[in-house]
């Protein structure tokens, strides 16, 4: 999955990239048990089986339909599969498994859809740029980017099946005890006063979403921040000492949310009498200490308001991950060369978390730990436009349905975020209460 030269891809690059993310996306699909594809895992999204359709639709809807203007290839499913990422109106979806397509039919649709889209991007009459309405470059670009958001999307639902209505692929090995992490001793470091370049300039051949533009600088004065993610075993004092049950730490929104909701622990926490383990993809292990801690915004806020810190904003995170004390920017947390599994954990190469200490060749310049994969990281910046901010033509509310004051960004990454979106301008976003997706975060002092 590695792709991240600044030069534009070839069309025959491209083409091995779109294969290789409809493997990783079948490959998800095959743990989930046959008799699993119509569950629902999370309340507020839609069940398996939407998913199963979905990924070609966008295809075929954004390829053929938006970039080159050709008919449907099913009208039906082309509109059933089109859409799905928050609830409607903010209610929870209330469709039946007997109001979905057979999965027969939609396995259909999908091989027919490919087989059909490779034909045509496979042509050199179909492939001419002439024909194309946007640039194929960043068509394909997005398809690719958009199925590999999916992928994370489709793992931490899959994280919240029950085990019997999943497979262990056969590459997965129970994790050891070595593996279930370490306890930490956190501690801060000291991030003087400069610049942080947010977003990435419209001129340059590399691709971007519509929110990464335009690039800006924004002068940061000093901050201390945790040199390391804020652990389970860190959270787990928080716990302890009652921080579930003290408004003290809540925004009124928040503490709502956690006593209706019923929330006494971070989600992926489970409790037996007086031990607790934790829900690993596969398996349920005694809680690791030193693994980064998944939680909601608003449980990380609490968090840092009960340890007296603050999260750090967008450009807080920019400044300590990817400045360095000589002012020059990276690419990358260690530098410009390209991710490797050496640097964090990303890419796939996992499916849960590792010890928030394990990779010291990611660090960046000032020493701060595992801020590229582990986990995407919590900001207090809400997402919002860039100054010169233009949606894309073709996916007008790909970003700005969602800048209504109620997401805040995330950055980094997690254990299955691709390699291709660890460029340092990618962002992340989601509501405050939100607990499924594989998200940690530090805390800074200002």
């Not at 990464?212 to 901050?223: L, N, T, W, Y």
């Not at 603050?310 to 004390?325: D, I, K, N, V, Y």
């Not at 890419?347 to 701060?368: H, K, L, M, Q």
Request: proline content about 7%; some cysteine.
């Amino acid at each position: 999955m590695n792709s991240t030269a600044t030069q534009p891809d070839s069309r025959g690059q491209l083409m091995a990239r779109l294969a290789e993310s409809r493997a990783v996306t079948d490959d998800l699909f095959r743990i989930v048990r046959s008799e699993a594809m119509y569950d629902r895992p999370i309340a507020e999204r839609h069940r398996i089986v939407f998913y199963l359709g979905h990924l070609e639709a966008f295809d075929w809807n954004l390829i053929a339909g938006e970039a080159l203007g050709l008919e449907p290839a099913h009208r039906e499913f082309d509109r059933l599969f089109a859409f799905g990422i928050d609830p409607v109106g903010g209610g929870l979806p209330a469709d039946q498994p007997s109001d979905w397509p057979r999965l027969a039919e939609i396995e259909a649709y999908n091989h027919r859809v490919r087989e059909e889209l490779d034909k045509i991007l496979g042509e050199r009459s179909q492939a001419s740029a002439g024909l194309w309405k946007y640039s194929h470059e960043i068509i394909l670009n997005v398809a690719i980017e958009h199925r590999l958001m999916h992928a994370e999307t489709l793992a931490y639902m899959l994280h919240q099946l029950p085990s019997d209505r999943k497979i262990a692929p056969l590459s997965y090995r129970p994790l050891t005890s070595s593996e279930r992490g370490r306890l930490i001793l956190p501690r801060m470091i000291d991030i003087p006063a400069g610049i942080a370049t947010l977003g990435i300039p419209r001129a340059r051949d590399s691709f971007g979403w519509d929110n990464e533009f335009e690039a800006h600088s924004v002068h940061i004065p000093a901050f201390a921040i945790d040199a390391y993610k804020v652990t389970n075993g860190d959270f787990l004092k928080f716990v302890r000492e009652g921080g579930y049950e003290d408004q003290l730490f809540w925004s009124d929104s928040d503490w709502a949310w956690i006593k209706e909701q019923n929330i006494s622990h971070p989600r992926f926490w489970l409790r037996h009498h007086d031990q607790w383990t934790y829900r690993a993809m596969f398996e349920e292990l005694p809680l690791p200490l030193g693994w980064p801690v998944y939680v909601s915004h608003a449980e990380a806020a609490a968090y840092a308001r009960f340890v007296d810190k603050s999260l750090p904003s967008e450009a807080q995170f920019h400044r300590a991950a990817f400045g360095t004390p000589e002012g020059v920017e990276r690419a990358y947390p260690w530098g410009d060369a390209p991710p490797d599994a050496t640097r964090g954990n990303f890419d796939f190469e996992r499916w849960d978390p590792t010890t928030a200490a394990n990779y010291s060749a990611g660090r960046s310049a000032f020493g701060v730990e595992d801020t590229l994969g582990n986990g995407w990281e919590w900001t207090c910046t809400r997402f919002a436009p860039y100054p010169g901010f233009e949606p894309f033509p073709f996916y007008r509310g790909y970003s700005a349905n969602f800048f209504d004051g109620k997401h805040y960004v995330m950055k980094g990454a997690s254990p299955r975020t691709a390699a291709c979106m660890l460029r340092r301008s990618f962002r992340n976003w989601f509501q405050p209460n939100y607990p499924f997706v594989y998200a940690s975060f530090r805390c800074v002092s200002n």
